[in-house]
């Protein structure tokens, strides 16, 4: 800051973009998703069950996020309640296309952050999600990761879809 003449204010913002470090595109697009929080301890067993036969904890509650949701083929941004903090393990069950079965993974979760105002604006009108929960893909067996990368590119040319 420094003062141009007197009474007025001149105000210079220097600011620099962060390169984005994804190793993978990012898309946003509607996708049903489904999320159980693993009790801690139980990460090994739960999730092996889970990838290998599709065997969750029978007792345990499923979460379903906001429609809206980033993808890719190393994580997922969805729009949640808080329910979940970071560094907590989830067993996540991602269907890429309407009628085909879900893709079975294990997620770990790097940050639950309160929606800003403007994405609050984004987010489907009949959405009560209050955050966005960041998710890392820690174990997907490589068919559904290349089916997720395909799916990434898909939505990348499809008009309507966003990249970031």
């Known amino acids: 800051m420094e003062a141009v003449a007197e009474g007025t204010l001149s105000i ?3 600011r620099t973009q962060e390169r984005d470090r994804r190793e993978f595109p990012r898309v946003s697009s509607r996708l049903d998703v489904h999320y159980l929080i693993l ?24 979460h379903r996020p906001g429609p809206l949701v980033d993808l890719s083929a190393s994580g997922l941004a969805l729009d949640v309640m808080p329910n979940c903090k970071s560094g907590d393990q989830l067993l996540v069950a991602l269907t890429l296309e309407p ?9 770990r979760v790097v940050r639950v952050a309160l929606l800003m105002e403007a994405e609050l604006l984004e987010c489907d009108p009949d959405s009560s999600m209050t955050h966005r929960m960041s998710l890392e893909l820690t174990d997907m067996p490589d068919e559904a990761r290349q089916a997720i990368l395909e799916r990434t590119i898909d939505l990348m040319h499809m008009p309507g879809e966003s990249s970031e």
């Open 39 to 62: 009790p801690e301890g139980a990460e090994e067993t739960v999730s092996a069950l889970w990838i290998q036969k599709g065997e969750a904890p029978a007792d345990a509650a499923w």
């Open 12 to 14: 210079r913002i220097v």
């Open 99 to 107: 009628g085909a079965p879900p893709w079975r993974g294990v997620a």
